[in-house]
């Protein structure tokens, strides 16, 4: 039986990751500001807390299979929070972890279809990637609200795709993989809140152009297989889980101009 950390656990896609991957026979731990429910293991973990997750790694099993980051939030009364959140606690996570994992062991990161384009600003997001630590990656957004602030989560996102490239390097020499997940619109408890960040007239205009929402486990599934002892010779890629809509930008039967502006 493998061991899976799961954060984000308690609920939308985490929750559809955590049902499958115990299906599949492995046990679940679950990281989450909030209990899951059912009988997995729950370890109360808020990733915006350094201290919060040193007594989480404290708790968890001095050999981990796989990490799954599922974490995330969309606002907070301090915005520094959500990237601290989707990115500054993932990779702390992450980076004690791996010293855990035997080989094939898997990371999976779960960003966004947002962050999909880091690649624009990658300097941006490489001078975060830069800081060495927590504390100091918390330091920089304080110095730097003016390169982050219009958009917290786009910007953690960014962050967190641009990331799997450079853990998978070092996760290699421990043979572990480490892959990302961008999910697209998903039916979850934060649909609101995207709305609110994109407006709902390009929120649903999005999703009317692949037909339907995609429900937390069109992506739970995804998530699973990444996590699993599969998919060995994978490692390093950036996975859209969107319907097919990105695909549709570069295929040109989505026209972004026929959009709201």
């Not at 007594?55 to 099993?61: G, I, K, M, T």
């Amino acid at each position: 039986m493998r061991t899976v950390v799961v954060t984000g656990g308690a609920s939308g896609m985490g929750r559809a990751a955590v049902d499958r991957i115990r299906a599949a026979g492995d046990e679940v731990i679950v990281l989450d500001v909030v209990a899951p429910g059912g009988d997995a293991r729950f370890i109360a973990c808020d990733l915006a807390d350094q201290n919060a997750i040193d007594a989480a790694l404290s708790a968890l099993p001095d050999s981990v299979d796989a990490l799954v980051n599922v974490a995330g939030i969309a606002r907070a009364p301090d915005m520094a929070t959500v990237v601290a959140v989707n990115f500054l606690g993932l990779r702390y996570l992450t980076e004690a972890l791996l010293q855990r994992m035997p080989a094939f062991g898997s990371v999976v990161i779960v960003a966004s279809s947002a962050g999909h384009d880091w690649r624009k600003r990658e300097a941006d997001v490489a001078a975060l990637l830069d800081t060495p630590d927590f504390e100091t990656g918390w330091d920089w957004l304080g110095a730097n609200a003016d390169l982050w602030g219009e958009n917290p989560y786009k910007f953690s996102k960014q962050c967190a795709a641009a990331y799997t490239h450079r853990a998978s390097g070092v996760a290699l020499s421990r043979g572990v993989r480490v892959n990302c997940v961008n999910p697209g619109a998903v039916e979850t408890s934060l649909t609101p809140a995207f709305k609110d960040l994109l407006g709902s007239d390009v929120y649903e205009w999005g999703v009317d152009q692949v037909g339907r929402h995609a429900q937390p486990d069109d992506v739970g599934e995804v998530i699973a297989l990444l996590a699993s002892d599969q998919c060995r010779w994978l490692n390093g890629v950036e996975v859209p889980v969107d319907g097919g809509f990105l695909s549709g930008i570069y295929g040109g039967w989505i026209d972004p101009a026929s959009g709201p502006s």
